[in-house]
């Protein structure tokens, strides 16, 4: 999210071709365009993170294991509302968040990077491990499972909603902190900002968003929570995604969204190629590529075109995600 | 500023919303029956066709999928090509899709088969994390799950009667109408060499490898059944858990973990050693016992699913003795002598080699069960959609497949002989008979002995 | 400043010395002990040479090459495919190291030097880019087919006996083979001008550039031979899995990563000292410990890798980071 809010206009468009979709999709492709939704909400919390206070994390797909399993669970012990379970596991993720972000604080740069990437290992053996409450490779089914149109509506919905959330979190005296914590934390340890609580909270909310798009997850995959959908590469699919996002613009992040939601199911319908590995290699392909023209995201063409039709030079530095700090 | 912005995104926002109307299919014609037409049945299933991760060895099993696909080639080929003109006027159209053995891609390929390609039925997927991942939904759509490829005891136990011995929360707590499996299941396999170590092994010390998921554990559970009060004699069994740990291994673990939890299971003191891995580990384990020069005086077994010809000759290639080593079978073999005239074994030759695809015709020659699986069940979905009727919806087809009789004049050609295939109300396990077979280290090849056991059901 | 400097590598190297008298010690008490550990220090091997190739690279460059384990999984194909086309499995190896090398330096040159100035990030998902392209690549040329590749040190029942163990052949080879690539890279590095160009390039850029060195060239070296050494990871650690699967390097990949940060990223040694560590104690601990619950071997393992980097932030081999203002 830039300082100033996207413009309405942007905004009124997104919401429009957003009502619209369902009317002019396909069942199956309605279904699709929740996933949209849902990664949405992933990256957008990615972002606050590795955007905003410059900590990388390649784990939060485990963030997305708690909140769907939390649903699940909740759903299967307790027949409850599936919407209440996505607010418990934004909740329950929150205070994961915390407790993981706290003792993340001795790392930094690199260190971190590969402490999220061992708990996006680690988090599929947990139901593995306690198999009588979590399921086991078995899984867990919730007890409603609900159509692809209300998929569709409440990902969206939720998405919407968290936006607007974020947006008015990071415009404030948060998103401050935040931003002074990415550009150098020693400045702003000398200004008097406690880095420590800045970069949990930090920390903490970008998994709860985590949470709530792994509970919307689970319930579009018919409401089944199974170890094996928690694996490491759905956490390296959000690094991915939130590197074409690039820093915070509304259009980046359903740039980011639509590139690892779509382009899977795109890649396997070319012709010649349409077998599975062909996808790999297609969607590989093109990872490399947007990076190699796009390093800093969608959200970096995005500042460029607006250099280049305004003619300022201001906000090109801006846009940059942040080095390691160790340099 | 403002007015750019507004454009672009207005631009973007449009193409993108005619890119992806585009690219939708425009609202599916809706057929009376998903996937017929007067010409043809279309159906789907899913297969790992490429490793998931971490790799498990699960991809050796994608060569049932193109037997399955074979088999089809061969009833869709019109008579006087050599065929059998397809099923009542119908050719069979079998889309395979690759699930990794992933169960949430499992999941989202079966839902496109459904929801965009618009199967008629869910065909053999294999697997059980996977196909158990989709249970729930195809029965809610009421489309068929039909002769799966794995021997889970759910699908037998679920299906009817809505309950399973491992029960899991909301996934069998109703009847699963539209889900049947086919080949003999694993707790049932497990029962046998049960009571065959019972029969023929004094004093068992009973050292158990499986995989520590619902798949090892479905075997762990049915050879502790078979033992019925000795079932102490597996070394470290606790009851209430249904776990063995020292030979519990996870999926991934790699070979020399494999490997040191055998020398583990043989420093306890075991005088039997039962694989129930997959094919990978099953040869690690073989090759473990060979390295250490164990031969437990009980004997090995090994489970049907990792005994293909392919996975022995590979573990003797790495040093591996498994002379000896028991397992079973329910189907016909294509190097075996005692088939070396047998007209289906022919005939499947024939199948196979049409496809012209080069590595599968050597897959046959050196004795890929997986083959002739495929084509068992191929054969025996053209007989349930036979049965099915001139106009086969989803329901008659169900129908068929819960009232299979392959026996006698229709018996199913690749299956062992005397085995049928048959199913009904009260009889949900279509296979429940297993022959007993032992590696000969001479002729390299799996020799038959002892008889055709059932697997009580 | 040598006083420091001393002081900060006391304990991880007697953590190493402690450790490798444990192992002996129990070696000499129990065979099965001594036979894992060989096991596993073969196993650990395989890990410490990937391991030293991310931290080649990340110690030029700050990206952490997720390719690695690909590229070494590529190269080993090819190996095979030499193989099938007449050549002898030690040919083969040869020809694959230099075939590895380039690929390296041509992966560096096209792919990683536009994005590697601009954004490290960017660097990174360029690199999970060319894992997942690797991977189609390989699964949709050799996918189909069932490939054994022989190993070159015979099959598994081929032991010597060292006073009653049984150490197979394998391990004692995979063990050899490492260690002689590993010593030849170290002297690269410790006795060549081109070595000491090499490290300058990675420690300090822009000093190096102005003493005349050929930072890009460097790098792209550094790449090869990270490729190189990789390949070397590839080719061992299939020599005791029997069938040859596009994924096979993937598992690896993830405990040379653990390896890696166990050591210190920047740290070459520690990359080999966290390789052996982590592949003698994921053996021992499988053997000793089964009930451990084989679902929680890798949390915890990498668990103690996490409380050990709590308390040494930058590794067990890594330098405190000076920051300046």
Not at chain 2, 270 to 285: L, R, Y
Request: aromatic share 10%; charged share 10%.
């Amino acid at each position: 999210m830039r300082r100033h809010a996207p413009r309405l206009g942007s905004l009124a468009v997104v919401a429009a071709v957003l009502i619209v979709l369902p009317f002019v999709l396909s069942s199956y492709h309605t279904y699709l365009a929740a996933e949209v939704g849902i990664f949405f909400i992933a990256i957008l919390g990615l972002n606050i993170l590795t955007g905003y206070t410059g900590q990388i994390s390649i784990g939060h797909g485990a963030f997305m294991a708690i909140g769907g399993y939390t649903t699940a669970v909740m759903s299967r012990d307790h027949h409850t509302n599936l919407l209440v379970t996505m607010l418990f596991a934004f909740a329950f993720s929150f205070v994961v968040g915390v407790l993981f972000g706290l003792p993340a604080l001795r790392l930094s740069g690199v260190y971190l990077a590969l402490a999220t990437f061992a708990l996006a290992l680690s988090v599929q053996y947990v139901p593995l491990q306690w198999s009588t409450y979590l399921g086991g490779s078995g899984g867990v089914q919730s007890s409603t499972t609900e159509g692809n149109v209300w998929l569709y509506g409440v990902s969206w919905a939720t998405a919407a909603t968290l936006f607007a959330v974020a947006w008015l979190l990071l415009r404030g005296r948060v998103g401050r902190a935040f931003r002074a914590v990415r550009d150098s934390e020693i400045a702003a340890v000398a200004s008097g900002v406690e880095i420590g609580i800045y970069k949990t909270l930090a920390f903490a909310i970008s998994a709860a968003f985590c949470g709530a798009a792994g509970s919307l997850y689970v319930m579009w995959l018919n409401g089944f929570a199974q170890p094996q959908e928690f694996a490491v590469g759905l956490s390296l699919s959000l690094l991915v995604g939130a590197a074409v996002a690039g820093l915070g613009s509304l259009w980046g992040i359903l740039a980011g969204a639509a590139f690892i939601g779509l382009l899977p199911q795109v890649s396997a319908s070319v012709p010649v190629i349409g077998n599975q590995h062909g996808l790999d290699v297609v969607y590989g392909v093109l990872v490399v590529l947007v990076m190699l023209v796009l390093p800093e995201g969608f959200a970096g063409l995005l500042g460029r075109l607006r250099v280049f039709t305004q003619g300022l030079n201001r906000e090109s530095t801006a846009v940059k995600l942040p080095e390691s700090s160790s340099q | 500023m403002s007015i750019n912005r507004k454009k672009l995104g207005a631009v973007l926002g449009v193409m993108v919303a005619i890119a992806i109307a585009a690219a939708s299919t425009a609202g599916a014609a809706q057929q009376s029956t998903p996937g017929v037409t007067k010409t043809s049945v279309t159906i789907g299933g899913t297969f790992p066709l490429s490793e998931p991760s971490p790799p498990n060895g699960a991809s050796l099993y994608k060569t049932i999928a193109y037997a399955e696909e074979a088999y089809y080639g061969y009833v869709n080929a019109p008579k006087n090509k050599g065929g059998l003109g397809g099923v009542n006027g119908r050719t069979i159209n079998d889309i395979i899709l690759d699930d990794q053995y992933t169960p949430s891609e499992t999941f989202a390929k079966t839902k496109q088969l459904v929801e965009s390609d618009h199967v008629f039925a869910i065909v053999g997927s294999l697997g059980t994390a996977t196909n158990l991942a989709t249970m729930g939904y195809l029965n809610n759509k009421g489309v068929p799950q039909a002769l799966l490829a794995t021997g889970d005891a759910y699908w037998g136990l679920c299906a009817l009667k809505g309950s399973a011995f491992h029960p899991i929360k909301n996934v069998c707590t109703k009847p699963k109408p539209w889900t049947e499996g086919w080949q003999p299941d694993y707790p049932g396999e497990a029962q046998i060499y049960a009571k065959y170590i019972l029969a023929h092994v004094s004093h068992p010390k009973i050292g158990v490898l499986y995989q520590n998921d619902a798949y090892g554990q479905n075997y762990l559970a049915g050879l502790a059944q078979g033992l019925g009060s000795h079932y102490s004699d597996i070394i470290g069994y606790n009851k209430k858990k249904n776990s063995a740990p020292d030979g519990a291994y996870s999926v991934g673990e790699s070979n020399a973990q494999i490997g040191a939890r055998v020398g583990k299971l043989e420093a306890d003191g075991a005088n039997t050693f039962v694989i129930f891995a997959t094919p990978g580990s099953s040869i690690a384990a073989l090759a473990t016992e060979g390295a250490l020069h164990w031969t437990p005086s009980g004997g090995t077994f090994l489970n049907n699913v990792s005994a293909n010809r392919i996975f022995m000759l590979t573990a003797e290639g790495s040093g591996a003795h498994p002379a000896g080593v028991i397992s079973s079978t329910y189907i016909k073999s294509q190097t075996a002598s005692q088939f070396q005239n047998d007209p289906a074994m022919a005939l499947g030759k024939q199948i196979i080699y049409a496809t012209g695809n080069a590595a599968l015709k050597h897959e046959w020659d050196i004795g890929d069960s997986n083959l002739v699986y495929g084509l068992a069940v191929a054969w025996t979905f053209v007989d349930a959609l036979k049965h099915a009727g001139n106009n086969p919806t989803r329901a008659s087809f169900m129908k068929a497949l819960r009232s299979l009789n392959e026996s006698g004049a229709n018996k199913n050609p690749f299956v062992y002989p005397g085995m049928v295939v048959k199913s009904s109300a009260s009889r949900t396990f279509p296979m429940q008979q297993l022959q007993l077979e032992k590696w000969d280290g001479t002729t390299h090849d799996w020799k038959t002995f002892s008889g055709i056991y059932n697997s009580g059901h | 400043m040598l006083r420091i400097r001393t002081s900060e590598f006391a304990i991880p190297v007697a953590l190493c010395v402690a450790g490798a008298i444990f192992l002996l010690v129990g070696s000499l008490e129990s065979t099965q002990f001594a036979r894992l550990t060989v096991q596993g220090v073969a196993q650990g091997m395989v890990y410490s040479s990937l391991a030293l190739a991310l931290v080649l690279i990340y110690q030029a460059t700050h990206v952490i090459n997720f390719a690695q384990g690909e590229l070494a999984m590529l190269t080993t194909y090819i190996a095979y495919q030499l193989i099938q086309w007449g050549l002898s499995y030690w040919e083969a190896f040869a020809a694959t190291l230099v075939i590895a090398f380039v690929l390296g330096v041509i992966l560096q040159v096209t792919v990683i030097r536009p994005v590697q100035h601009r954004s490290v990030i960017a660097t990174v998902i360029v690199t999970l880019g060319l894992f997942l392209l690797i991977d189609g690549v390989a699964s949709w040329e050799w996918g189909a087919q069932l490939i054994i590749l022989p190993s070159p040190f015979g099959s598994t029942d081929l032991s010597y006996n060292v006073g009653g163990v049984l150490i197979e052949h394998l391990w004692v080879g995979t063990s050899v083979v490492v260690l002689l690539s590993l010593a030849v890279v170290w002297g690269l590095f410790r006795f060549t001008k081109l070595g000491l160009a090499m490290r300058a390039a990675a420690l300090r850029p822009a000093a190096a550039a102005l003493a005349g060195v050929r930072v890009d060239v460097m790098l792209a070296i550094g790449w090869g031979l990270a490729a190189a050494l990789g390949a070397v990871a590839g080719l061992m650690a299939e020599s005791s899995n029997l069938f040859l699967d596009p994924g096979f390097m993937q598992q690896p990949l993830v405990f040379a990563f653990a390896a890696a940060a166990l050591g210190g990223l920047e740290s070459p040694v520690g990359a080999v000292v966290g390789g052996i560590a982590i592949g003698a104690f994921q053996i021992l601990l499988t053997g000793y410990v089964p009930a451990l619950g084989s679902n929680l071997q890798i949390p915890f393992s990498f668990a103690v890798i996490l409380g050990i980097l709590l308390v040494k932030p930058n590794g067990l081999f890594g330098r405190r980071q000076v920051q300046r203002v």
